[in-house]
C-alpha cells in the first residue's frame, strides 16, 4: 500500500468526511478543519510504515487528526477555565437529558458557540468517546479540569439552546 496513488486515494474518499467532522468539531472553523484534513493526510501516508494493526487505520488517522486540531486551537491561544478555586467536581451534574430533545441541527449550531476549550472538552467528551482521562493527556490538562470544563460546557449549552428556544416561539 506504500507509494501507491490509487490506495492512498481509496483511504481518502472512505474517511475525508469523517475525518474533516471531527476537526470541524474542535476547531469550529472550516479552513482550518480542511488544512489538518490535508496535513493528516500527508502524515499519515508518508508514516504509514509505523502505522501498527493493533488498531484500526480509521482510529490511528482519528488521533492524527484530533492531535493535529488541537494543535492549532494552541496557536489561537485556548484558554482553560482554571480549577484552582474548586475544591470538588462532581462526575455528573443534575442534567436532564430529557430536557434536550431538539434538532440535532440546532445543537449543532449552539455546540458552535461555545467557546473552545468548552466545545473542545463536550466534542472529545460526548462526540468522539473520550473519558475524561484521555481528554485530560490529550489536550495536557487536569482529569478535573476536563470534568468541569465538561460540565461548564453543558450549562452553557443547555442556556444557549434554551435563549434560542425563547426567541423561536
Do not use: C
Amino acid at each position: 500500500m506504500q507509494g501507491s496513488r490509487a490506495a492512498q486515494f481509496e483511504l481518502y474518499k472512505l474517511y475525508a468526511k469523517a475525518m474533516y467532522n471531527v476537526a470541524l468539531r474542535i476547531l469550529n472553523y472550516e479552513e482550518e478543519a480542511e488544512d489538518v484534513l490535508q496535513e493528516a493526510f500527508l502524515d499519515a501516508f508518508t508514516r504509514i510504515v509505523d502505522f501498527r494493526q493493533e488498531t484500526t487505520f480509521g482510529l490511528w488517522l482519528k488521533q492524527i487528526v484530533i492531535n493535529k486540531s488541537i494543535n492549532y486551537l494552541r496557536k489561537r491561544k485556548m484558554e482553560f477555565v482554571s480549577t484552582d478555586e474548586i475544591s470538588e467536581v462532581p462526575d455528573e451534574d443534575s442534567f436532564d437529558d430529557g430536557e434536550m430533545r431538539l434538532q440535532a441541527e440546532e445543537i449543532r449550531q449552539a455546540i458552535t458557540q461555545l467557546p473552545d476549550g468548552y466545545r473542545v472538552v463536550l466534542s472529545l467528551y460526548l462526540l468522539e468517546g473520550y473519558d475524561h482521562e484521555e481528554i485530560a493527556h490529550i489536550l495536557k490538562i487536569s482529569e478535573n479540569t476536563s470534568r468541569t470544563q465538561y460540565m461548564r460546557a453543558k450549562k452553557k449549552l443547555k442556556s444557549i439552546l434554551e435563549t434560542k428556544g425563547m426567541r423561536d416561539e
